[in-house]
Nanobody, 119 residues
Framework: QVQLVESGGGLVQVGGSLRLSCTASGSIFRINDMGWYRQSPGKQRELVAAITSGKSTNYADSVKGRFTISRDNPKNTVYLQMNSLKPEDTAVYYC?????????????WGKGILVTVSS
């Protein structure tokens, strides 16, 4: 069974940095697009950044220049380096991947990890 597990969240002060990681496990043949989404209380889940298998990237305007998404294909892992964090970056961050495995193909989500930016 394919699973995505996020790590690296926590509490950080304004202007600080965090690095999120998400690793996919299972009988995976291939992972196409991977991405990070976030959801704050009372708001809809929104795309933060996405990366293709060829490592082309896309970012939300609110994080351009501050966040960097990357991936390690052999490790089935995607990262989100977050710098110059702001209080409005506080949210639960979810990893997402388009997976092809032995018994599943389609989008998979992680359970989410909390990032809190304190002022």
């Amino acid at each position: 069974q394919v699973q995505l597990v996020e790590s690296g969240g926590g509490l950080v002060q304004v202007g600080g940095s965090l690095r999120l990681s998400c690793t996919a496990s299972g009988s995976i043949f291939r992972i196409n697009d991977m991405g990070w989404y976030r959801q704050s209380p009372g708001k809809q889940r929104e795309l933060v950044a996405a990366i293709t298998s060829g490592k082309s990237t896309n970012y939300a305007d609110s994080v351009k220049g501050r966040f960097t998404i990357s991936r390690d294909n052999p490790k089935n892992t995607v990262y989100l380096q977050m710098n110059s964090l702001k209080p409005e970056d506080t949210a639960v961050y979810y990893c997402n991947a388009d997976v092809v495995s032995r018994d599943y193909y389609g989008m998979k989500w992680g359970k989410g990890i909390l990032v809190t930016v304190s002022s």
